[in-house]
């Protein structure tokens, strides 16, 4: 069993709706991050989280430590949201990132 | 202004013929982090630098060599590569361990 399970793995939506993706992790965590992958590789970090909730902009992340959970929202989804997400967590006394397999998400107009 | 930079952006080497890749970095982070990433797959670490201690992953083949000769620079080179070591090659800073991490765009390598 991976260490930080996401799903779903691929999610299409139409353009406005409103998204989540969750991401669950197993073990003992510092922080937990959200990052954004468009094709092309480059990497962004949207949030990192060690409790409660952050929202930048149409971007809202939670998490729960007690349940080991976090979701990204995305309000008012567009077509440029389309992306691969990926959940890491990072917690170990080396600060490295345990990554989730990423969501695929495609915004259709 | 671009915080971290990696180049070149596409490298294409042959089998077998040593390869280097260059990170710098414009934020003085202490730490600077390189990241292999497969078709389809999730980051993985290879190894990161906290200022000029070099920290190796247990898994990362030896094959792989950093250097980091000043705060601002960190190169990643392979030493022999094979097709299994076509892959993006990710290179990320942060202030210290476990803070927000920068990542620059990435080098894909192909490996003829």
């Known amino acids: 069993k991976n260490e930080v399970e996401q799903s779903p793995q691929n999610l299409t939506a139409q353009e406005g709706e409103f998204i989540t993706i969750n991401c669950s992790y197993s073990?003992?965590?510092?922080?937990l991050h959200w990052l954004q992958q468009h094709p092309g590789g480059g990497i962004v970090s949207l949030f990192m989280?060690?409790?409660g909730k952050k929202k930048h902009g149409r971007l809202i992340a939670t998490i729960n430590i007690q349940e080991k959970h976090s979701s990204l929202h995305i309000t008012a989804s567009h077509p440029r949201d389309s992306a691969v997400y990926i959940c890491?967590?990072?917690?170990?006394?080396?600060?490295?990132?345990?990554f989730g397999k990423g969501t695929k998400l495609s915004v259709k107009p | 202004d671009a915080m971290v930079i990696q180049n070149p952006r596409y490298q294409v080497t042959q089998f077998g013929k040593p390869v280097t890749l260059s990170c710098s970095q414009t934020?003085?982070?202490?730490?600077m982090y390189w990241y292999q990433q497969k078709s389809s797959q999730a980051p993985k670490l290879l190894f990161h630098?906290?200022?000029?201690?070099?920290?190796n992953e247990a898994d990362t083949p030896d094959n792989f060599q950093s250097r980091r000769p000043n705060t601002s620079f960190c190169f990643l080179d392979i030493r022999s590569p094979g097709l299994g070591d076509a892959a993006m090659y990710l290179c990320?800073?942060?202030?210290?361990?476990?803070?927000?991490?920068?990542f620059g765009p990435g080098t894909r390598l192909t490996v003829l």
């Open positions: 890491a967590v990072s917690g170990g006394s080396q600060g490295n990132l345990i």
């Open positions: 990320a800073t942060s202030r210290d361990i476990s803070r927000w991490q920068f």
């Open positions: 073990v003992g965590i510092s922080a």
């Open positions: 989280l060690s409790s």
């Open positions: 630098y906290y200022d000029k201690d070099f920290n």
């Open positions: 934020l003085n982070h202490n730490v």
